[in-house]
């Protein structure tokens, strides 16, 4: 191994001299080799275009503390667990969210065992003859299917003879939208 690196230190210091050598001459050095011209690069296609991507969802403030029974959002809060409870096959539960335990089971009758509940924007509310009502559209959906609908809640204002029950929100009625 002690001769290999002398011959290879012996190797690099002649041809030191060698350069030395010929720059104190006047000797030119040999030319090197032309390099070959470098093949042209293949033209490139032009990037394909970036599909715009989709804008953001709204972001949903959290309200800051409790809610009004009697607001918009407790109304929305009302679709949102009748979703829960009918995901969770919960029907009897989910009927008491009704006005009338009549027209939710008949509803639930309609519904395939994977229903889910997808809840759009909640309406503004209207009044009428003592009743205050919003619309929430909503879209069932499961295995194989997917339907739009709009639940009409309800509820009493505070008018002599109402009671508790009718006071808070309700499902008064679910639609199905034509697809």
Not at 33 to 57: G, Q, W
Request: glycine share 8%.
């Amino acid at each position: 191994m002690y001769g290999r690196t002398l011959t290879g230190m012996i190797v690099l210091l002649l041809a030191a001299c060698d350069r030395d050598h010929a720059a104190e001459h006047g000797d030119k050095p040999a030319p090197s080799p032309p390099l070959a011209p470098a093949a042209p690069a293949p033209p490139t296609a032009p990037a394909a275009p970036v599909a715009p991507s989709p804008p953001p969802k709204p972001v949903l403030i959290e309200p800051k503390g409790p809610i009004d029974p009697k607001s918009v959002e407790a109304a929305g809060q009302v679709v949102q667990h009748y979703g829960a409870l009918i995901e969770q096959r919960r029907f009897e539960d989910a009927a008491s969210l009704w006005g009338n335990a009549g027209q939710a089971k008949a509803f639930a009758d309609q519904l395939r065992p994977s229903t889910h509940l997808e809840i759009g924007d909640l309406g503004p509310s209207e009044g009428a003859a003592g009743s205050i009502y919003t619309t929430v559209p909503v879209i069932f959906y499961g295995e194989g299917f997917r339907r739009p609908a709009n639940i009409i809640l309800r509820r009493a204002n505070d008018v002599p003879g109402s009671t508790e029950a009718q006071r808070r929100w309700h499902i008064d009625r679910i639609e199905w939208k034509s697809a």
